[in-house]
């Protein structure tokens, strides 16, 4: 019998989903913290966003944002990067996984979808689908 090693299915598992958000609720601990030996970074206000974790658990990808504008996302994802290794290891001593996943960071965008979603809906055409005449299925009752 063949052993699968990974879900079938299309998202996440529940395991990935959790350890994600343990992850993120770290890191945004650990940078409210002001933990991080690099002033830098210290000075920079980022928000998690979110975390997606790869399904063997070894990568998981930070989503982060900058508070209103502060600096821009790739300072900021510089300074992260700068100090890998530290966030990792802070990573690791909080949560008990058999290895300490490997840290990528990226900028989040759900803003910018969110906008995005937004002028679609304000769309007259898009509307007009959205708002449907109540009733239009419905029997009089006249039998």
Known sequence: MANKRFS????????????????RRTLSDVLNRAEIHDPG???MSITVGEVSCSPDLKVATV???PL??????????????????EL??????????KY??????????TFDRLDETRRLFSDPK???????PEGDDEDDGDA
Do not use: W
Request: no cysteine; proline share 4%; hydrophobic share 40%.
């Open 100 to 109: 300490a996943p490997d840290l990528r960071f990226r900028p989040d965008e």
């Open 88 to 97: 990792r290891h802070r990573v690791a001593s909080e949560l008990t996984l």
């Open 41 to 43: 970074l210290n000075r």
């Open 63 to 65: 989503y982060v944002m």
């Open 8 to 23: 079938s299915g299309t998202g996440p598992s529940q395991r990935q989903l959790r350890v994600g958000e343990l992850i």
């Open 68 to 85: 209103m504008g502060s600096v821009k996302v790739e300072e900021a994802i510089e300074a992260l990067a700068r100090n890998k290794a």
């Open 126 to 132: 898009v509307r007009q689908d959205i708002a449907s």
